[in-house]
Every structure is written in C-alpha cells, then in structure tokens.
C-alpha cells in the first residue's frame, strides 16, 4: 500500500452516549410530520445544503449494525446520519423497522390498512407486495421526478438496467426504482485443498470429476481420523435449490439443465420457460438423489437454510461448498478451527455437454418506493447519489464512509483492517448499512477492481486500496467470478405476480420444492418428479406460462425509460 498524504476527513466523527431512537408510534408520527413541514416551507439548497433541514423518514428491513454501534451510537443518531444533517441538511430517520423478510413485510402490509405509518422512502423486497402498493394508492409516480431530479451519474448506472423497472410500471407510470441496480458476482467452489492434496485429486471441472471428488471426500477418511465422519457437497435445501448467493446447489442443475435453472424464467428464443419444470432437471434431481443415498451431500439439506449450512464446511465436515467470493469471510474459521485446513476457490464445473454451468444473476436487492405525500424527491436524490462517492472512490467518501469506522489513516497510509486502527476494533463497522440501503451502493459489477489488481494495475484509488487490501484468497475469487460473468443469467421474469400467480403461485412453489426433496431423500421415486410437471401445468402452471409470456411481450412495448430521460 502506497503512502499518502492524509486528507481531510469528510465524516464527522465525535463521540460519548448519543440519545437512542424512540419506537413510540407518536414520536414516529411527528417526525414523519416535520418531514411535511419542512417540505412545505420550501426548504432549498444553499451552499450545498438544504435550509431548513429537511426530514426524511424511511423503512428498513433490518438494522444489520444491532449491536454493533460505536460510540454510544445508534440507528438514527451515528456517524452517517449527523454526516448527513452536518453536510446535506438532511435528516434520515428510521421510522418503521422490521427483523427478518417476513416480519418486515408485515410491517409493511400493516402500513397498508393505517395501522403502521408509512414512512417517505420504502425498501420493498418482494414483488406481490410491491403490486399491493401500487393499487393501494399510496406510493408515488416518480417519472418526471427521475427525470428532473435524478443525477448524471446515477442515470448512466440506471440506463444499463432497463429492465430493473419492469416490477414497478403500471400502466406507463414508474412508481418506483431498483436499489443499487449492479450485477451481483458470481459464485465460486469452496474447496478444502488439503482434503484433495492428501487424496491425490484436483479440483473438478465436470459432473464426472465432481462425483469422484466428493465420493472420495466422503469414504476416503480426507481428514485421517480414522472415522467415516465427513461428506462431499455441503449446501441447503430448506428454502429453495438456486439460493444465488451461497450454500448453492444449482451448478448441478444446471449441469444437466443448462440455462433452465430451478425457481426461475428463462428467455428461450422470445419465450419465457420455467426452469422447475425444464427438460434435464430429473436428470439433475437423480442424480443428487444418488449421491444423497450414499452420504456425499449434506444429510440435513432440507431443515438447513443458507447460513445453517455454512456450520458443517466451518467444522471441518465438508469438502465443498459454493457461493460468491466474500463466502471465505465466512467458512475461513476451518482453517483455524482445523489443522492444515486450506480452502481455495475454483470456478464452477461444466456441463454434461461441455459447456459452463449457469447461476442466477442479481441486478438489484429490492426496490425503493415513495409515499404519495413525499416532496423532497430532490433531497431523496442528493443523498443518494452522495452514497455513490465511496462506490466511485471520490468526493467525501473517497476511502469509506467514515474514518475510524470503516477504513482509517495510520502514519499517513490509508488502513482497511480494522485491528490495525489507531483505536482498534474487532470489526469494521457496516456504516454503508446505516443509510436508507441495505447494503452498500456498488459499481464493481463482478469484480472488476479484483481483475484490474491481478493484471497490474496500482491501487491507487480508494476502490482498488479497498480492494487490495483483501485476503488473497477471497481476491482470487473475485478474479474468477469477473472472467465468468457470462454464466450469470437474471430471472427473465422480474415483473408483478400475474393473475394466475396471485392465486396459485404459493400453492406451486410449495409442491415444487416438496417433490424436490422427497425425490432427494428417496422418500419418492425419480418418477414423482413426471406426476409433478404434470400437476404443475394442471394446477395454473399453464396459465401463468401464458401470462408471463403475455407481461413479457406488453413489457418490451412500454419505453417508460424516454419517459424518465435515461435514453
């Protein structure tokens, strides 16, 4: 890392207890309400910051930093939000908080009916709830609004991502906008290399390889302790067989399948297929049947979600598991937890024609969305696009968002590890998780940086140093996901629940993901998977097919993106 001269610090950073945010439902009705206030007495900018400040309430899912604040800090009164009353003149406080997905969604739905109030900006994550807005009424056209108010900048992120509106256009009117759109990585192969230095195997590059691998990984005692107490494959069935994201299955579908991936559409030459139901996908599910009987997979796949699973790869257990590149923050604990453990990464297999195998492609997490009442659109979008800055690696976030919380400056070089800051910490603190987005504005895609520092170019900008200063392996990774973005494929079909979906759609998914399991545990045959296309079709699957092809047919029709001057 080069040395720098230290610059001048954009965040504020001051310290001692802060007042904590109240939950009181009148106290979240008044703020809600000065944000009004401040609205209608026509707060504008000067010198760069809105006088008089304004308000602006939002919703979260989660607050991902719960008790991991500094400084006496908390979710409406830390580093970022006094950045923002200091610099921008705005506030941003957190009315309506919920815990996980579906406890948000209530809150949500709640929000609905009058019961919650709705706050001005809304993270929706979840496209039948992002439907039910639109016919409440309650969330905003914001076309002219993107159109007048949004940034240079961020429009030329937006015009890649057309398609990232297609869940909240109704009717020609764009009532909302995709968070962060950005193509996500790709996922890699988790491997314990000492398992296969000590077996005498590589790393495998096809369906044939991969089965002798985890075969071996499974009854060739990897870890010699005597005992037959390790397996091949770990990844979790509880939820869904394409998680996207880590504790992935899908690579094997995928090898027999190609681009028909489970759970999700796919353009077959201008028409949508679903991939649950796509040729090659018996095929994919015997052949895990087979491996699951003779012990290579995870024996708990179907009661494990995608973070359970991770435990048996961290203790040693398991001898592959598959996710995107930062996974080895996760699972590198075996590597202390067990002696001469090592994990490398490795792209994933090919197909049984030879060709790679795919994986599902994210474009964005979730939406925003705007209470009908919310007029400080531009405020909304100044602040957002000052977010950018540690995205770009300019401006008041060149390095990070704060200094001592997410990156520091030691003897004048620029610091990344947290215990190496001049007030140590265990743990960088998530300040990007403390805005109005879930998770950090990136424009990275799949890795570039990652691939530009392997191929020489200097770290010289806040993004690279970021990105140097990363473990080798997890770099590697990187590397290996920016030269295969090609097998990313995003669902074809992001659009609203069709008719028949609204209906139906539950009731589907729920048999899919039954018949899939009980073929995998061999609680049925391989031949229940023909008696469950057939109930698909028979059970609205037909009629949704049509309708999906039909939204997609009237979707390419509709240029909203003229409409909001990203053309």
């Known amino acids: 890392?080069?040395?720098?001269?230290?610059?001048?610090?954009?965040?504020?950073?001051?310290?001692?207890?802060?007042?904590?945010?109240?939950?009181?439902?009148?106290?979240?009705?008044?703020?809600?309400?000065?944000?009004?206030?401040?609205?209608?007495?026509?707060?504008?900018?000067?010198?760069?910051?809105?006088?008089?400040?304004?308000?602006?309430?939002?919703?979260?899912?989660?607050?991902?930093?719960?008790?991991?604040?500094?400084?006496?800090?908390?979710?409406?009164?830390?580093?970022?939000?006094?950045?923002?009353?200091?610099?921008?003149?705005?506030?941003?406080?957190t009315t309506l908080l919920g815990g996980d997905a579906g406890n948000y969604n209530t809150k949500l739905r709640l929000a609905i009916t009058g019961s919650e109030k709705l706050p001005d900006v809304l993270p929706?994550?979840?496209?039948?709830?992002?439907?039910?807005?639109?016919?409440?009424?309650?969330?905003?056209?914001?076309?002219?609004?993107?159109?007048?108010?949004?940034?240079?900048?961020?429009?030329?992120?937006?015009?890649?991502?057309?398609?990232?509106?297609?869940?909240?256009?109704?009717?020609?009117?764009?009532?909302?906008?995709a968070i962060a759109p950005n193509l996500t990585e790709g996922q890699v192969m988790l491997i314990r290399q000492d398992w296969l230095d000590k077996l005498n195997l590589k790393a495998p590059t096809t369906i044939d390889e991969f089965e002798k691998v985890i075969a071996a990984f499974t009854n060739d005692d990897p870890d010699g302790n005597g005992q037959k107490d390790t397996y091949g494959f770990d990844f979790s069935g509880k939820d869904s067989y394409n998680t996207g994201w880590v504790s992935d299955s899908v690579m094997i579908f995928s090898a027999f399948t190609g681009k028909n991936l489970p759970g999700q559409w796919y353009n077959d030459n201008g028409k949508l297929t679903y991939g649950s139901v796509a040729e090659g996908t018996k095929e994919a599910l015997a052949k895990l049947q087979d491996w699951y009987s003779k012990g290579y997979l995870n024996p708990e796949l179907a009661t494990q979600g995608a973070w359970d699973a991770l435990a048996d790869f961290t203790e040693g257990k398991a001898g592959i598991i598959i996710g995107r590149p930062w996974l080895y923050g996760s699972i590198k604990d075996v590597e202390k937890n067990v002696s001469g453990a090592k994990v490398i990464m490795y792209p994933t297999i090919n197909g049984v024609n030879g060709d790679k195998t795919y994986q599902a492609g994210q474009q964005n997490d979730g939406v925003f969305m705007f209470n009908k009442d919310f007029?400080?659109?531009?405020?909304?979008?100044?602040?957002?696009?000052?977010?950018?800055?540690?995205?770009?690696?300019?401006?008041?976030?060149?390095?990070?968002?704060?200094?001592?919380?997410?990156?520091?400056?030691?003897?004048?070089?620029?610091?990344?590890?947290?215990?190496?800051?001049?007030?140590?910490?265990?743990?960088?603190?998530?300040?990007?998780?403390?805005?109005?987005?879930?998770?950090?504005?990136?424009?990275?895609?799949?890795?570039?940086?990652?691939?530009?520092?392997?191929?020489?170019?200097?770290?010289?900008?806040?993004?690279?140093?970021?990105?140097?200063?990363?473990?080798?392996?997890?770099?590697?990774g990187y590397v290996i996901s920016y030269e295969n973005s090609d097998v990313l494929l995003p669902n074809a079909f992001n659009g609203p629940p069709t008719k028949t979906m609204q209906t139906s759609w539950e009731q589907l998914t729920t048999m899919e993901k039954e018949t899939f399991t009980k073929i995998i545990y061999s609680r049925e045959p391989i031949s229940a998977y023909d008696d469950f296309v057939k109930k698909w079709h028979d059970k609205g699957g037909t009629q949704i097919t049509e309708e999906v092809n039909e939204w997609y047919t009237n979707a390419s029709k509709v240029d909203v993106m003229t409409n909001m001057g990203l053309k």
């Open 1 to 93: 890392m080069k040395k720098i001269a230290v610059l001048a610090s954009a965040a504020i950073l001051t310290t001692g207890l802060l007042a904590g945010c109240s939950s009181d439902n009148k106290d979240n009705a008044n703020k809600a309400s000065n944000a009004t206030a401040n609205a209608d007495a026509g707060s504008a900018m000067k010198d760069g910051k809105f006088d008089p400040p304004i308000t602006i309430s939002i919703a979260k899912q989660q607050d991902e930093n719960a008790g991991k604040y500094i400084n006496g800090e908390t979710i409406n009164d830390n580093v970022l939000t006094r950045w923002g009353k200091d610099n921008l003149g705005i506030n941003i406080e």
């Open 375 to 476: 007029k400080n659109m531009e405020a909304f979008f100044v602040y957002y696009d000052k977010l950018y800055d540690a995205a770009f690696g300019t401006g008041d976030f060149k390095y990070g968002y704060a200094e001592g919380y997410d990156y520091d400056i030691v003897n004048d070089e620029v610091v990344f590890d947290p215990t190496k800051f001049n007030k140590p910490l265990e743990a960088a603190v998530m300040v990007g998780k403390m805005s109005f987005t879930k998770n950090t504005p990136s424009v990275d895609g799949t890795g570039k940086s990652f691939y530009d520092l392997a191929n020489g170019v200097e770290a010289n900008t806040g993004v690279l140093m970021r990105a140097a200063s990363t473990d080798q392996t997890t770099r590697d």
């Open 124 to 177: 929706v994550y979840d496209t039948m709830l992002e439907n039910d807005l639109i016919q409440s009424g309650l969330v905003k056209d914001i076309t002219e609004d993107i159109s007048k108010y949004m940034p240079d900048r961020l429009k030329e992120i937006y015009k890649q991502f057309p398609t990232s509106f297609n869940p909240i256009v109704h009717d020609g009117k764009v009532y909302g906008m």
